[in-house]
């Protein structure tokens, strides 16, 4: 698991998560990993949380098997694929997989979630903001007082603090990496690493 907060709209995508990796067995640090996968060639975006093994393989069928040049045929591959790479893996071992990209035919950007505990079913999501794990957090008061980094720096590092706290803990750490799409550009950049970034191992 890990923090995953995005925004989107018909113009751009912003994506920032953590790259801690913790152990499935005792939940405790095990080393840092990238959990944001852009894909220019498909004007997209893939990031993942849960199950490491079958992020990585999804992205390799997408590197390998998925011609397309955006994302809607794309996402129409995705749902049945998930489920024939799933059916290897153990049904604890929960993922979820978030895709957003470009539509040429629909003139903007486009999201979906697609949740091992939902048989990854194609969820379209609405232009949005959204963070998981939630805190109370004024992610837009931040914004607008000290930038979108910052806000982002703030919010994660709540998640942090939040979850260090918690016995069943998602594992939250390492480095904050933000990606930023639009139409015609992917920006990824490491905007903040923790203090503890070098014990967490």
């Not at 912003?14 to 944001?36: G, H």
């Not at 949380?49 to 129409?76: A, H, M, P, R």
Request: contains cysteine.
């Amino acid at each position: 698991m890990t923090a995953i907060n995005f925004m989107f709209n018909a113009e751009t995508v912003v994506v920032a998560m953590d790259t801690l990796s913790i152990s499935a067995e005792d939940r405790t640090p095990y080393k840092f990993i990238s959990k944001i996968f852009p894909l220019p060639h498909l004007q997209s975006v893939m990031c993942g949380t849960g199950n490491l093994d079958l992020i990585l393989e999804w992205y390799t069928t997408i590197q390998k098997n998925v011609i397309s040049y955006d994302i809607d045929y794309f996402s129409d591959l995705t749902s049945d694929t998930l489920k024939k790479l799933k059916a290897k893996y153990p049904s604890e071992a929960t993922t979820t997989i978030y895709q957003f990209g470009y539509s040429h035919e629909k003139k903007t950007f486009r999201g979906f979630v697609y949740r091992s505990t939902n048989n990854f079913a194609s969820e379209e999501y609405q232009y949005c903001t959204a963070q998981k794990p939630q805190v109370d957090f004024d992610f837009f008061g931040e914004a607008e007082v000290h930038g979108l980094d910052a806000a982002f720096i703030k919010l994660i590092t709540l998640q942090k603090i939040e979850d260090d706290a918690c016995e069943d803990r998602v594992g939250i750490g390492g480095e904050i990496h933000r990606f930023v799409m639009t139409k015609d550009s992917n920006k990824l950049d490491i905007i903040h690493r923790f203090p503890d970034h070098e014990e967490s191992l």
